[in-house]
């Protein structure tokens, strides 16, 4: 009865909201489910024990005369108003034969906006959704993630020094037309396929955050520009053992992952009954990959070491250990006297630089090519990145290395309304210009670019699928990337800063205090949104005056 008494208070609330339509509910105490017609303003669907508020209307470009296949257990028809009984519905094997059981947002009508889809949240899919014009368009992003990461900063977050939401921008934020628009939507969903014939990509919604596996909901979307910006996978070079053992860095998740192994170790050190030599590979951090990214970890957990175990964790502070393993030079695309004052300051700062190439990883320890062995407690692998799954799966003709091929215009050939940029495009030979380094300033250039060209597109009247020569439709010049220059941080309030447009070019460099400062005032400047300047800003203060939070979640 108390159930029936919160329906009944919903349905009189709903009579306000909707305008005076009933509050359509599926009704758990009778076995029935109520379904509403199809321009109905407001609806509930009751799945999985959870009661989710759906939102349609009679403008949206959603799908609804169509049978979905939420569970094993209910099929509904929102064709019509009508109470069904779930075991009628399973009797109905006849009529479930012409159920379209795959939700779709079907093609764009003449009287509305033209739709671009964007899969991925990353700094080319941001940066263009952030500058796309949505008086043009509807947008329709597709990611298992919500949010960008502010990859420069990620290494920051491991130790401590900046919490997890400082690098992290919602893109519901980004662009808020994907929260306020009628026709623009942002999907919790990874793309398993692009039908290029039907202008469709299909896609698997995420249940599970942390992974973005199968398992969830099937639906398709139809696009009139597509743009394929779903980045890139850390490369493993097929090297056994890297992904049951090593934490990757390329992600918040990631950075978790590390913090809670690093403060795990710490604190099972001091565990009475640990012996020695189990304290020192518990507590050596092992870094492959010498790269910024690798380089920059490697000096954030010197500094931590430093000023932060030697403090709080006294009873092992002398165990601690990092060593960061390459099997070149470290940072091989900065200027020669810049990687020689970053080795110096790293081995200064107490990180061990070891070359070589790993072979194998073992659960607690890895092997080098050269037969020795390195025990660790924590493995991070930084190793760079290639091709995913997805990319590689795809129709498109390749580029080098495996990316999706596109010409001087970001699109990809022979398919006039798909686009793609970032770590999982590359340029065909054809077009005479060398391979972009997989960068985060490429990315976001390239996204700039194209939401320009887009626009451009659109205000010509060349934004819908299809549209005769819209492939030699006026857009702004071909892509020419030019290098802004490369920073990397080696701890200890040190830093290098390369300005040079080119490895084989000229131009100003500098290290030391005056480069950190530098380091810090660009990436302070680039952060996303000044919500997530007050963030990094607020940390850096806090860590300076208090030291890196060491709590376990």
Partial sequence: MKARRIFTALHAASRVFNGGSPLRIPNRILGQFIFPPTGARSYYILHES??????????????????????????????????????????????????????????????????????????????????????????????????????????????????FRSVAEPVRI??????????????????????????????????????????????????????????????TFGIAGVHEHAIFLRDVKNAIDIRSKLMLNLMACEIPGTDIEERKRLLHCVVVGGGPTGVEFSGELSDFILRDVQRKFSHVKDHIAVTLIEANEILSSFDVRLRQYATNQLTKSGVRLKRGMVKH???????????????????????????????????????????????????????????????????????????????????????????????????????????????????????????????????????????????????????GFKSWLVWRSAYLTRVISWRARFYVAFNWGTTFLFGRDISRF
């Fill in 174 to 235: 980004i662009q808020p037309a994907l929260a306020k628009d009628p026709d623009s939507y942002f999907f919790l969903a990874r793309c398993t396929d692009i039908d290029t014939s039907n202008h469709e990509v299909h896609c698997e919604s995420v249940y599970d955050g942390d992974t973005g596996t199968a398992g969830g909901e099937k639906f398709k979307i139809a696009y009139d520009k597509l743009v394929i910006a779903t980045g890139a996978e850390a490369t």
């Fill in 50 to 163: 959870i009661l989710t508020r759906a939102v349609g209307r009679s403008s949206s470009s959603l799908q609804r005369n169509y049978h979905l296949n939420f569970s094993s257990r209910v099929r509904f028809n929102s064709a019509a108003t009508e109470r069904i009984c779930v075991k009628d519905v399973e009797r109905d094997s006849v009529s479930a034969t012409t159920a379209i059981e795959i939700a779709a947002m079907p093609a764009t009508k003449p009287d509305q906006k033209p739709r671009v889809v964007v899969l991925g949240t990353g700094w080319g899919a941001c940066r263009l959704l952030k500058d796309i014009d949505t008086r043009i368009y509807d947008v329709v992003c597709i990611s298992p993630r919500n949010h960008m990461v502010f990859t420069p900063l990620l290494a920051s977050t491991c130790v401590g020094t900046l919490e």
């Fill in 361 to 511: 990883v073992l659960p607690k320890k890895l092997i080098l090519s050269d037969g020795s062995e390195v025990p660790y407690g924590l493995l991070v692998w930084s190793t760079g990145v290639g091709p995913s799954k997805f990319v590689t799966n795809l129709p498109f003709e390749k580029s080098q290395g495996g990316r999706i091929g596109i010409d001087n215009s970001l699109r990809v050939p022979a398919h006039d309304d798909i686009y793609a940029v970032g770590d999982c495009a590359g340029y065909l030979e054809g077009t005479g210009k060398t391979p972009l380094p997989a960068l985060a300033q490429v990315a976001e250039r390239q996204g700039k670019y194209l939401a320009t060209a887009l626009n451009q597109l659109g205000e010509s009247g060349h934004g819908r699928a299809g549209v005769a020569g819209s492939s030699t439709a006026p857009v702004s010049d071909p892509f020419v990337y030019k290098h802004l220059g490369s920073m990397a941080t080696v701890g200890s309030y040190k830093a290098l800063v390369d300005l040079r447009e080119s490895p084989h070019g000229s131009g100003l460099s500098m290290t």
